[in-house]
């Protein structure tokens, strides 16, 4: 299957047919190096963050992008991390946070144990962000997230807890935006452009390797939190990952998704009713 790229604004591209050889060329190299299969993913997004590491790499073409990665374990590394969900900013959309914290976490509360579940969780920003939510509304001490991501390169940033910000005022307004009353030395220590998470909130959290394209349920969870993952995937994947979710879920549980998500045509849509109307947060009812 031809598997088109458009490399157009990465440096030095070449011809749409040279293209298609060098990317299946690499896509097999990767599998044959690492044992990971990158054709699950959307070719747009595929492509996207190839052009993206050629540009970073300094790689004028696919294959002087491959030749790096091959001999270059950090090179390698940075590639694995970049398609294993990569960086986003903490409290990403606080609307999301605040609507959480308002219409799913008093029903959490209910519980006498919660398991929350963050596949494709990349660098692990949600998964701090989320406990930090939960640990005001004094959930967190009978919670445990476990974050997720197919790349153990971005697990191991994760499990750091520390972060790049922009500025100690923009994490605060981001953080206040997310529905938190406490300030940020509550949960972090923030110094510089450097947010380091508390200890205490990473008591509760499991960052482990799962590939939510090949891998298996590995719990049920009272709420999935996976904003922005499912349109990562190519159409077949996306059909097993919205099985892999509804077979995680119990019953009654909710399932968060990205902003511009939705349930509608996917294999378990009857199951679901949405709680939130201006976020994707849905409800399992059967």
């Known amino acids: 299957m031809a598997l088109p790229l458009n490399l157009a604004n990465a440096p030095g591209g070449a011809g749409p047919d040279v293209e298609e050889i060098?990317?299946?060329?690499?896509?097999?190299?990767?599998?044959?190096?690492?044992?990971?299969?990158?054709?699950?993913f959307a070719r747009g997004v595929l492509r996207r963050r190839i052009a993206e590491r050629m540009r970073a790499?300094?790689?004028?073409?696919?294959?002087?992008?491959?030749?790096?990665i091959l001999h270059d374990p950090d090179?390698?590394?940075?590639?694995?991390?970049s398609m294993g969900g990569g960086h986003r900013a903490l409290f990403h959309d606080p609307g999301f946070f605040a609507a959480f914290r308002s219409h799913v976490v008093p029903l959490l509360q209910t519980y006498a144990f919660v398991r929350i579940w963050l596949p494709g969780s990349g660098s692990g920003e949600d998964a701090y962000s989320l406990a930090a939510l939960l640990d005001e509304a004094g959930l967190l001490e009978r919670c445990v997230l476990y974050a997720t991501s197919n790349a153990e390169e971005s697990v191991a940033i994760a499990r750091a807890g520390s972060y790049a910000v922009s500025s100690r005022g923009a994490l605060a307004a981001s953080a206040s935006a997310a529905g938190l009353e406490r300030g940020l030395d509550a949960i972090a220590t923030v110094k510089g452009t450097t947010a380091i998470f508390r200890p205490s909130l990473r008591e509760n959290l499991m960052?482990?390797?799962?590939?939510?394209?090949?891998?298996?349920?590995?719990?049920?969870?009272?709420?999935?939190?996976?904003?922005?993952?499912v349109?990562?995937?190519?159409?077949?994947?996306?059909?097993?990952?919205?099985?892999?979710?509804?077979?995680?879920?119990?019953?009654?549980?909710?399932?968060?998704?990205?902003?511009?998500?939705?349930l509608d045509g996917t294999v378990h849509e009857g199951a679901y009713r949405r709680v939130v109307p201006d976020h994707a947060i849905y409800r399992r009812m059967r």
């Open 207 to 229: 960052f482990a390797r799962h590939d939510i394209a090949n891998d298996a349920s590995i719990n049920e969870f009272h709420a999935i939190v996976a904003r922005g993952v």
């Open 231 to 262: 349109p990562n995937y190519n159409g077949e994947t996306q059909y097993r990952i919205h099985r892999l979710f509804y077979e995680s879920l119990g019953r009654l549980g909710f399932l968060c998704l990205g902003k511009g998500e939705q």
């Open 22 to 40: 060098e990317l299946q060329i690499f896509l097999e190299a990767l599998r044959r190096i690492d044992e990971r299969d990158y054709g699950t």
């Open 57 to 68: 790499e300094r790689s004028p073409t696919i294959t002087a992008l491959l030749d790096r």
């Open 75 to 81: 090179a390698r590394a940075r590639f694995v991390a």
